[in-house]
């Protein structure tokens, strides 16, 4: 399964960015978006289940980040309002064939994408 994560760049705090991940697959994934700052372990964001019928975010996105998806497009997005500099990191989707308890951690997922960088600049 190929990933791709898209949208990353330069913005003010305070601003919105909205990251995208295209899944080259016939199969239709748990799907989560995972970001790593400098100096830091790679930190869960948000997952969507299959269908879109559910999400789960990280405190720290709550209410500010928005995971959707469209399957018929093969695309998972990431929409961040009201960035942060503590945004700042390189964000990565990732693809995991089932919903389970341990989706908050890495190892749930199989298959990830290259990441994309993010930089909030205050």
């Known amino acids: 399964v190929l990933l791709q994560a898209s949208g990353g760049g330069l913005v003010q705090a305070g601003g919105s960015l909205r990251l995208s991940c295209t899944a080259a697959s016939g199969r239709t994934f748990t799907m989560g978006w995972f970001r790593q700052a400098p100096g830091k372990e790679r930190e869960f964001v948000a997952v969507i289940n299959w269908n879109g019928a559910t999400t789960m975010y990280a405190d720290s996105a709550k209410g500010r980040f928005t995971i959707s998806r469209s399957n018929a497009e093969n695309m998972v997005y990431l929409q961040m309002n009201s960035l942060k500099p503590e945004d700042t990191a390189v964000y990565y989707c990732?693809?995991?064939?089932?919903?389970?308890?341990?989706?908050?951690?890495?190892?749930?997922?199989?298959?990830w994408g290259q990441g994309t960088l993010v930089t909030v600049s205050s």
């Open positions: 990732a693809a995991a064939s089932n919903w389970g308890q341990a989706l908050y951690g890495t190892s749930w997922y199989r298959y």
